[in-house]
């Protein structure tokens, strides 16, 4: 007779990502979770599956999925619109590069009027930091992509929000910047970005060496938190039991 190995409590890397991405919808409530890239898409599956039970999970077009992926029921464009422009969206998008304050650019390398490499665009990053709670997800943590000022702004940053006035400020929030390294917020006094948690195995000084700017680092940075048992099994099991997350992260 065999029995079925217990799921082992050891997490990877990719794992602790996406238990720091499950955690941005932590408390959301009733709202609209949009990850962009496979690890977000695992966290917030995770998240409804766990302790969010009320997120409502796209499938970036035009249906609403249940934490299996499966058709749950149609999101018309303009009810998508009106959850974006009410705050009631909690989106998780990636950044090409990103700066002290959150300004994200997803539009350009270099100089716009001649850039060295063309992007995607700025797309609909304005209308989603300005409308809506915007997270970052960004799988390779380094000074290539955490740099000192943007060359574009797609995505508003605190201080750009300021400086448009209180319009752009009225739902603008940046809840975290999820990376392979750890997690950040701007849980400072002038909304510059902050060490808010370390991966597992994650030095402060790994993460300074890999931002272009001075980062805030509290005396003591936690650690990202483990995930439980079942949780493991449903990231192994249920919902990633093809290990896209693997992919997408590599331990260094």
Not at 9 to 30: D, H, K, L, M, Q
Not at 46 to 65: C, H
Not at 170 to 199: C, E, K, N, Q, W
């Amino acid at each position: 007779m065999t029995t079925k190995a217990a799921t082992p409590r050891t997490a990877t890397r990719a794992e602790y990502c996406v238990i720091a991405c499950a955690e941005a919808w932590r408390g959301n409530g009733e709202v609209l979770a949009s990850p962009m890239g496979a690890i977000p898409a695992i966290g917030a599956r995770l998240a409804r599956r766990t302790f969010s039970p009320d997120l409502l999970l796209t499938d970036g077009e035009a249906l609403l999925v249940g934490p299996d992926g499966a058709p749950e029921g149609w999101l018309p464009y303009r009810q998508h619109l009106a959850m974006v422009t009410g705050g009631r969206r909690h989106v998780m998008m990636g950044a090409s590069q990103i700066d002290r304050f959150g300004n994200q650019n997803i539009s350009c390398i270099g100089d716009w009027r001649q850039p060295a490499r063309q992007l995607l665009g700025v797309r609909g990053a304005p209308v989603n930091t300005l409308n809506n709670p915007t997270s970052y997800w960004i799988p390779r943590h380094s000074t290539r992509v955490f740099v000192d000022k943007v060359d574009m702004v797609s995505g508003v940053g605190y201080d750009s929000a300021a400086a448009a006035g209180p319009s752009a400020t009225r739902y603008h929030r940046i809840p975290r910047v999820v990376t392979d390294l750890g997690v950040l917020d701007f849980d400072t006094p002038d909304h510059s970005m902050r060490l808010a948690a370390l991966h597992p195995g994650v030095t402060a000084a790994q993460v300074r060496e890999a931002t272009g700017f001075a980062l805030t680092v509290p005396t003591d940075v936690p650690y990202t938190r483990e995930p439980s048992a079942e949780e493991l099994r449903l990231i192994r099991e249920v919902i990633d039991p093809e290990g896209l997350r693997d992919r997408e992260v590599r331990a260094r």
